[in-house]
């Protein structure tokens, strides 16, 4: 077994033993992935500001999200398909998760349910719902979200139209995939996933299939999502949902501070900053480049998470001293889910809570609520060259 020291080591063993399309589908981003480059590469324009000389004992990376406690301000966040990375791969990561003490949000798109997640693990867990024109199957979910006791509802708003990614049309991705000749050859190359996935039941959307109208098989699955994203959605739309739900709602791909301040003064419990991931609209900015306008924005009306780009410790403390209040991980545990099961995406948690304690401790910041900017150096224009 390799030594793994940083994600990029479990990136390399997720691309060597998953299916070419899945790993794909993970490490790529719309169009010319102009943004999807840009979300990791500009947490490198930030600098720390390292400190000497200072009682760097007994530090804790201990805090909360949307009220919840948490071993450090760093959630998984919901990433579809992610049953095809790993057989059972939500339930693993929602039990690594659970184990390491941080939130798991179950992505709409899954393939095993919120029935299956809620079934094997002890802890709730939260809940991603992408907004369909099917009023009865929305509301289904909720209700399921509800009796399944999540505990909290993150509402999508940055995919009401699907951004093309040139690699899925390319490698023909589909959820199981279908057994063409390039498919079946590079299957035969990844014989532990292959006997992962004939080891379980869960190869389907677990959460559509059998739950949405007249979608009994894959074969009628692609064609009822094209059509079932709802480009209407808006902010009245949004309010209904928060209503249905009634529980804590955070509202995810929030990337501008216009939208910011609406979704400040709507009731929402916490915003992310995303842009998918770079998976939606190319040529978007960063989220760590828009996170200061934004937390200038709004300030302390709403709480503020990022996600999108995050591949280490340090990324999350810049994150932080940047001003938002915790984080979201998509590709990090997904390459530790792909290369290692449970126990990578455990790893792919212990890797950046490792490299957050440690750069906090060089830093000088023995706990992790007192990061702000006094903690790095920021270049000139970062966030408002664009303006």
Partial sequence: MPVITCIEDLKRLHRARTPRMFYDYAESGSYTEQTFRQNTTDFADIR????????????STASTMVGL????????????MTGMQHADGEILAAKAAEKFGVPFCLSTMSICSIEDVAENTTKPFMFQLYVMRDQDFLAGMIERAKKANCSALVLTLDLQILGQRHKDLKNGLS???????????????????????????RRQFGNIVGHAKNVGDMGSLSSWTAEQF????????????????????????????????IAADFGADAIVVSNH????????????????????AVGDKIEIHLDSGIRSGQDVLKALALGAHATWIGRAFIHGLGAMGEAGVTKALEVIHKELDISMALCGERD????????????????????
Avoid: C
């Avoid at 720390?48 to 530090?59: F, G, H, P, T, Y």
């Avoid at 406690?69 to 579809?80: D, E, I, N, W, Y």
């Avoid at 014989?191 to 992962?196: A, K």
């Fill in 277 to 296: 991931g770079g998976r939606q609209l190319d040529g978007a900015l960063s989220s760590i480049r828009m996170l200061p306008e934004i937390v200038e």
């Fill in 69 to 80: 406690p948490v071993s450090m301000p760093v959630g998984l966040a919901p990433v579809g």
């Fill in 230 to 261: 709802d480009p209407q959605l808006d902010w009245d739309k949004v309010a209904k949902i928060r209503d249905m739900w009634g529980g804590k709602l955070i509202l995810k791909g929030i990337l501008d501070a216009e939208d910011a301040r």
């Fill in 175 to 201: 959820a199981p995939p279908k057994l063409t000749l390039p498919v079946m050859l590079d299957l035969a190359t990844k014989w532990r996933w292959g006997l992962g996935m004939l080891g379980t039941k």
């Fill in 368 to 387: 992790v609520k007192k990061i702000g900017r006094h903690n790095v150096l920021i270049p000139k224009g970062f966030s408002d060259s664009y303006a």
């Fill in 48 to 59: 720390l500001r390292q400190k000497v000389a200072v009682d760097m004992s007994n530090r």
